[in-house]
């Protein structure tokens, strides 16, 4: 949680300095400290449900559920580096340069493969620049995705449903002896 600049801003306010301020200024501080704390309060938790409308209207529910696709057909990527990635179009049209091409949506696909672009997907999960994470090793001790992202194959829509904060990460370490300290995942 960062606050804005304007915060900490010199200009406004010195650690330390605060006997110099008339106690008329005191009041809106205290208001705006207390609004800062109730909005890092919600910050909290406030990305667990977050599922933003993509593109168009890709669902998991019926590729790696119903369809029974393995989550790592589309996400290679996260058996070999830290992130997982989105799969590129050419892994959607081994299926969709044949299967439903009647649809909108496929025809929406195939343009963008045929540009040669990848569909501006929307990012779900995603860790402040200061955390350090890689797939690749908690691929490699086999857990499974869903330990960390829910249930995917029921969704239509990708929500975030842990939170993914530091406790989270910690009471796992714990629990299989892996590192926990400071600098295993901040550098
Ligand atoms: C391994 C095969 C396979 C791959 C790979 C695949 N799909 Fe599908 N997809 C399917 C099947 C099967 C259906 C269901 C078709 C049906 O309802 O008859 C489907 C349905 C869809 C639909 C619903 C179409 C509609 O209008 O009902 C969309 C959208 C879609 N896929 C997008 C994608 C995207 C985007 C990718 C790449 C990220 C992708 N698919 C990769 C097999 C695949
Ligand atoms: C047919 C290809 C396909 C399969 C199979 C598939 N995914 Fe995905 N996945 C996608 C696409 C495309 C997106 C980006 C669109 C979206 O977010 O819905 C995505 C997004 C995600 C995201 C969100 C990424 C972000 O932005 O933070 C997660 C997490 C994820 N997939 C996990 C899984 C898991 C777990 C499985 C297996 C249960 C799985 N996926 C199976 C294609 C696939
Ligand atoms: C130990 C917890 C954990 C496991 C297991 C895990 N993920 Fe993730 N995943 C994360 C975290 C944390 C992020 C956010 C990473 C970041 O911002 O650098 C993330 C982000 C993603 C993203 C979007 C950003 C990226 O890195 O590409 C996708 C897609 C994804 N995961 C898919 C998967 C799939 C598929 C699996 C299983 C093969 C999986 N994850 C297993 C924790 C996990
Ligand atoms: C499901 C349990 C689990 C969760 C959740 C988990 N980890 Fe891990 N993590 C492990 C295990 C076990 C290892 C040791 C892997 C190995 O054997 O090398 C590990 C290894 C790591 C390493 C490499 C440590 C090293 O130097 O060897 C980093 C960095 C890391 N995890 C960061 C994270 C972060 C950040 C999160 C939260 C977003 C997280 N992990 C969530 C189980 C977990
Ligand atoms: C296993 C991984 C892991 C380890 C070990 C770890 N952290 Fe973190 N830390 C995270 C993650 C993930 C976040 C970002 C999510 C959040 O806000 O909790 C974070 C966030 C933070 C923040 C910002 C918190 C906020 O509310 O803005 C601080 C400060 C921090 N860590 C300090 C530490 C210190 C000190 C240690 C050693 C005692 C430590 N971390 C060990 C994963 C870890």
Request: charged share 20%.
């Amino acid at each position: 949680m960062r606050f804005p600049r304007a915060a900490n801003d010199p200009k406004h306010l010195v650690a330390g300095d605060l006997s110099a301020l008339e106690p008329k200024k005191i009041v809106p501080i205290g208001l705006a400290l207390l609004i800062l704390g109730g909005w890092a309060f919600f910050d909290s938790f406030s990305n667990v449900g977050y599922g933003p409308t993509q593109p168009i209207p890709f669902s998991h529910k019926l590729h790696a559920g119903t369809n029974k696709i393995p989550c790592l057909y589309c996400h290679s990527n996260a058996e070999r580096s830290r992130h997982a990635t989105v799969p590129a179009m050419t892994v959607c049209m081994n299926c969709h340069s044949v299967v439903k091409t009647d649809s909108p949506y496929i025809q929406k696909v195939t343009k963008y493969y045929q540009a040669g672009t990848p569909l501006p997907w929307i990012r779900v999960h995603r860790e402040p620049d200061y955390v350090y994470f890689s797939h690749q090793w908690h691929i490699a001790r086999g857990f499974a995705c869903q330990k960390c992202h829910g249930e995917v194959q029921n969704m239509d829509v990708i929500r975030q449903s842990k939170d993914l904060k530091m406790g989270f990460c910690i009471s796992c370490h714990r629990q299989n002896k892996a590192p926990t300290d400071c600098n295993t995942c901040h550098v």
